[in-house]
């Protein structure tokens, strides 16, 4: 199979992903990789998309095993795989689908890791401290009081527009994966958080227009790189360094798992699945009965642990 033919497959598949589903530009690129490293398995065993078996696909399944990816990369690898190959039976392309049958990893046992709300507490309180200029403090406290006060996912905090933030607003509008938009409420430390950035901001911004001529940027967290605002990976490296100053081991630390204790603190002092479902932006709310499994553990581990009876011999 030709490199060039692989590419025509793999462009008009992820096309139609984007134009057909509105498909997250992140998924589109994590499509794109997989079915680039499929591709370059099938050449290398002198097939191709259009001739590839059921047998060429298990093959590369059972590869990917052998290298000791994780059980969630194999099965986005494995979804990619068939999604590509129903497109190509729905254009026409082929006349079956190799991968059909197919079974994926089971879904790992691991329940999501999770901060405590004290620790939460010191990843805000370094927040206000760690910068080197006082609009960086101040940035870094509205990233934190945002991240935590809403649960939104690292790409949804970082590409937020300033717009939705203008006027002291008690709810945020979010756009999240697959250009779906929620409302999530603010609460009192995050609508100050935002005051104060956005006066600090603003001031930059003017400042750059009257030395430059910069036109104003449309993001809240705005910056010179290609995307127009603060990146994840620069977001991930940021959050990284406040956890080291508030004398938490960085890896323990990530934005998603904040994330994880904006939903497990929830639900934790009484609120409801389904509103936090809504709040986290989950298509099902089995995806989000994952946090009941952790606070299960939690009281378990709590029972075991303080309990008087807990080390009792029988």
Same mark, same amino acid.
């Given at each position: ?49 259009? +001739?590839?078996t +059921? ?21 986005? %690898?494995?979804?990619? *795989?068939?999604?590509?190959?129903? /497109?190509? /039976? ?8 190799p991968?059909?049958? *197919? ?45 935590? !006060?809403? &649960? ?13 933030a ?5 709810m ?6 697959? &250009?779906?938009?929620?409302? #999530? ?5 995050? %609508? ?13 911004e003017?400042?750059?227009r009257?030395?430059?001529? !910069? +036109? ?18 620069? /977001?991930?490296?940021?959050? +990284?360094?406040?956890? #080291?100053? !508030? ?12 994330? $994880?204790?904006?939903?497990? $603190? ?9 509103? *936090? ?7 099902? #709310? ?14 378990k ?14």
């Open positions: 199979m030709s490199g060039e033919e692989a590419a025509r497959w793999i462009s008009a598949f992820l096309d139609a992903q984007a134009a057909e589903l509105d498909a997250a530009r992140n998924t589109l690129l994590a499509y794109g990789r997989d079915l680039k490293s499929f591709a370059d398995h099938l050449d290398r065993t002198g097939t191709s998309f259009a +001739k590839a +059921k047998a060429d696909v298990e093959a590369f399944m059972i590869g990917c095993e052998s290298e000791g990816l994780a059980a969630a990369t194999r099965a986005r %690898r494995l979804s990619a *795989i068939k999604q590509i190959f129903r /497109f190509a /039976f729905e254009e026409g392309w082929r006349r079956d689908n991968a059909l049958r *197919i079974s994926g990893p089971g879904k790992s046992g691991t329940l999501p890791q999770t901060l405590t709300e004290k620790q939460v507490q010191a990843l805000l309180q370094a927040a206000t401290t760690h910068g080197r200029t006082e609009a960086d403090r101040r940035r870094n406290t509205c990233l934190m009081e945002l991240l935590y !006060a809403t &649960g939104m996912r690292v790409s949804e905090l970082v590409s937020l527009p300033v717009a939705a203008r006027g002291d607003p008690r945020l509008l979010v756009l999240g994966k697959g &250009g779906k938009e929620r409302m #999530v409420p603010l609460s009192l430390p995050a %609508r100050a958080a935002t005051r104060a950035w956005l006066n600090a901001r603003d001031e930059i003017e400042t750059a009257l030395a430059t001529g !910069a +036109k104003p940027s449309r993001f809240l967290f705005p910056s010179r790189g290609t995307a127009g605002h603060l990146t994840r990976h620069r /977001f991930h490296g940021l959050i +990284k360094e406040i956890a #080291v100053a !508030a004398g938490i081991s960085p890896g323990r630390v990530t934005p998603h798992r904040l994330r $994880h204790a904006f939903a497990t $603190h929830l639900l934790a002092n009484g609120a409801d699945l389904r509103a *936090i479902q809504t709040l986290l932006g989950h298509a099902d #709310v089995s995806t989000t009965e994952i946090y009941t499994h952790v606070l299960e553990e939690r009281l581990d709590l029972v075991l642990t303080h309990h008087p009876l807990a080390e009792r011999d029988d």
